[in-house]
């Protein structure tokens, strides 16, 4: 695998290797000293666009427990509105030839893009509302870990679907795996033809039982600025997965961070049908097996990086 | 009101030519056969049977056989960028583009930095339209100052120094009101009301068509709504104040049912298709090539089919490009960053002709109509193949095979929906206003 730009870049072989390896590195984490040499001389730089603090300090630990020297490069929004394009900040740090760039901006297809001007594997960390797909990994390796197979399974995501990439990634990856999805949230903030990826809608909870696993997505206050909704109070009365409403043979999953009494009760959080901390210790080892995967297959350094082409009017 | 000749540019040596045995294509004039045709000091001399005419002395002499020659092409809808924004095209390379397309004359947008919203900025872009010109082109001023939608042009002002027209173009004058004032003012200015339909607060935050695609990608989207209702509302505001306007890069089935609707209640309203909303569909969007991010943006199938009806039944009287040059680097960014518009003169003929005509969807005759008609639906004089008329013609060779972009363009910009797309249809040679425009090197070689 040359680089991780969209969940639909792996089959369900390819999904299952990952895991496996994640697997096979979960035992890392229980040593003492967590650290293998696997990637020892790489360099894998994280270019964050948007603020992140889950995501990043996952891939950093991802990168460091398998010895690579990581590089942190926060492009806060000031640097971007002063006038650095994205090419241009890309082909700036890529002229320091790492290995692997983990990226996160706002835009869709930005990873996609960055492909084109330097050689490093790109890793999509999110990118805009298109798609996130790490967080799929872990979740699939998370329900796997805990089920060993999705097969069949019904999948529920609840909330703001129309800006979630989770939910985007999420879905293809869960269909590719063998469950069923049903995304579940406001009219407002469900796209209308959301169906094209394959999965149901639905507009109320009334169905939710029949649900194996429930992921609840994080719903954010500027959505009610936007008037998606009109209070947070009604939002959480119509879809607030809470103790009465969750059974006791479903799971519960959020990428975080959780909105407590918003999305979900706190009761629920903290519960026994959480899977919310497995998937934090499962981002680690999934984007460890990532990493693996688009660098250590490759040959020892990446191949220099091409000048950035001459604009001439014609 | 008199005002002073809208069409400006540089002008040149009137040309003395001969195109032997050439099919002559002229739909309104209802030429459809091959001719011999001769210009002579920049004027339509004789049109006479295929092999009749011998070569005079001191003129050029095209054989033009398995050729067509039709009326030249007018766009009543680009965007040359000057004053303000010359790195993505200015008057010389706008119009070169649009020579190199068959282009005898084209209509500029005001939406430039500063806006052209007043006549002393109109008429120091005429001045350098004298000077850099290739093609005769009018300028259009904008509808409310500065784009803002809230105060009125010195609309007469602006009329007597030369205006084709009013337009807020790149932006919908939001306030109905507003337009019913434009219009009502209209009575006494004169000069075609060009609307950009968008209703922002449907449109805000989107850089695509609200669609399964849209849904995909991840990307806000823009509903087809945003357009038609704005269209359906500023088509009844028209009706009701018996203003004339006209309707910009029609994009959704809707839009072109609201102007047919207000076309049979008697209303004076017009309509533009582009190229690129009648030959791709949102599906061009997948890979997030940014010269796909057009505003409108490209819209389903059934709007390209809406649209193509349209065009055929004469709903939509023209095809307009909106050609909308972009610096390379300003399109070099994520899709979501990227400035709307793609650049269009000089594969619109090639590009429809490719799409529409060769399979049989659209008649060569209708689509050649509707490349020309723009001009009169600026209350500009058509161009025709006509004795005694200015020689306003292109040359072109339908068989001829060519990849859009492959040789590079005339425009400053290279933002085209169809660059590297093969197609059929070259321009040859363009006579705009009696002098020689362009010149393909085929031709030059010959």
């Not at chain 1, 706190?266 to 990532?290: E, F, H, N, T, Y």
């Amino acid at each position: 695998m040359r680089h991780l730009l969209s969940i639909e870049d792996l089959d369900r072989a390819g999904i299952e290797r990952i895991c496996d390896r994640a697997a096979s590195f979960a035992e890392v984490a229980d040593r003492s000293i967590k650290k293998v040499p696997a990637l020892r001389g790489r360099t894998v730089l994280n270019l964050f666009y948007e603020s992140s603090t889950r995501t990043r300090s996952s891939f950093e630990l991802a990168a460091k427990r398998l010895s690579a020297d990581v590089v942190n490069f926060a492009a806060s929004g000031s640097s971007v509105e002063k006038g650095e394009s994205l090419r241009d900040t890309v082909q700036t740090l890529a002229a320091h030839r790492p290995h692997a760039i983990v990226v996160r901006t706002p835009w869709a297809g930005a990873s996609q893009l960055i492909t084109n001007w330097t050689d490093a594997a790109i890793v999509n960390a999110g990118d805009g509302q298109h798609e996130h797909p790490t967080q799929a990994l872990l979740d699939v390796y998370t329900l796997r870990s805990r089920l060993g197979s999705l097969d069949g399974l019904d999948v529920w995501i609840v909330g703001d679907v129309r800006h979630s990439r989770v939910a985007r990634s999420l879905v293809l990856a869960l269909q590719t795996m063998g469950a069923t999805v049903t995304v579940c949230g406001p009219p407002t903030l469900v796209p209308r033809d959301i169906a094209v990826l394959g999965c149901d809608v639905r507009y109320t909870l009334d169905e939710l039982p029949r649900a194996d696993v429930v992921y609840a997505l994080r719903m954010q206050n500027e959505r009610m600025e936007q008037a998606y909704v009109p209070t947070l109070r009604e939002y959480a009365a119509v879809y607030q997965i809470d103790a009465r409403r969750l059974g006791p043979d479903q799971l519960l999953m959020h990428p975080g961070p959780v909105n407590r009494g918003v999305e979900l009760a706190g009761d629920v959080v903290d519960g026994p049908r959480s899977l919310i901390l497995d998937q934090v210790r499962a981002g680690v080892l999934v984007r460890m097996a990532v990493l693996f995967e688009v660098l250590a297959g490759r040959e020892d350094g990446p191949r220099p990086t091409a000048p950035p082409t001459q604009e001439t009017p014609a | 009101m008199t005002t002073p000749d809208p069409l400006v540019w540089t002008g040149g040596a009137p040309v003395d030519l001969l195109v032997r045995r050439v099919h002559v294509l002229a739909p309104r004039e209802g030429i459809d056969a091959p001719h011999d045709v001769r210009v002579r000091g920049g004027s339509v001399a004789e049109i006479a049977p295929p092999g009749s005419l011998d070569p005079a002395d001191g003129e050029e002499v095209v054989e033009g056989e398995g050729l067509h020659l039709f009326p030249g092409f007018f766009d009543p809808h680009v965007h040359l960028r000057v004053p303000g924004q010359e790195h993505k095209e200015d008057l010389e390379s706008g119009t070169r583009s649009a020579a190199a397309g068959g282009y005898v004359g084209v209509v500029a947008m005001p939406n430039t930095t500063p806006v052209v919203d007043s006549a002393s900025l109109l008429r120091s872009l005429r001045d350098l339209a004298v000077r850099n010109a290739r093609v005769p082109v009018g300028f259009t001023a904008a509808i409310t100052r500065d784009l803002a939608g809230t105060e009125l042009t010195e609309m007469a002002d602006l009329r007597s120094a030369g205006a084709v027209g009013f337009t807020d173009d790149g932006r919908p004058v939001v306030s109905a009101g507003m337009l019913r004032k434009a219009i009502q003012y209209q009575r006494m200015s004169g000069g075609v009301i060009a609307l950009h339909e968008e209703d922002p607060t449907l449109s805000a935050g989107g850089a695509m068509r609200e669609g399964a695609m849209s849904a995909r990608l991840g990307i806000a989207g823009i509903p087809a709504l945003s357009e038609s209702t704005m269209v359906a509302r500023d088509a009844a505001i028209a009706g009701h104040e018996e203003g004339r306007v006209h309707f910009q890069h029609l994009s959704a089935v809707a839009s072109v049912d609201a102007l047919r609707a207000g076309k049979a209640r008697g209303w004076r309203l017009s309509g533009e298709a582009s190229p690129h909303h009648l030959c791709l569909t949102d599906e061009a969007v997948r890979d997030l090539d940014t010269s796909m991010k057009m505003n409108p943006p490209l819209g389903f199938e059934e709007d390209r089919q809406a649209l193509i009806e349209g065009v055929r039944d004469g709903t939509i009287e023209c095809i307009a490009t909106d050609h909308a040059p972009h610096a390379p680097d300003e399109k070099d960014v994520p899709f979501e960053q990227a400035p709307m518009g793609t650049t269009g003169l000089e594969s619109a003929f090639a590009a429809v002709y490719t799409q529409l005509v060769r399979p049989g969807v659209l008649p060569l005759g209708v689509v050649v109509e509707r490349l020309s008609a723009g001009a009169g639906l600026m209350d500009l004089p058509l161009p025709t193949i006509a004795v005694g008329a200015p020689a306003d013609l292109c040359l072109v060779d339908l068989e001829r095979e060519w990849t859009v972009g492959a040789d590079g363009y005339r425009s400053r910009s290279r933002n085209c929906c169809f660059d590297g797309r093969a197609v059929h249809g070259r321009v040859l040679l363009t006579v705009a206003a009696g002098t020689v425009a362009h010149r393909d090197d085929a031709l030059a070689a010959a």
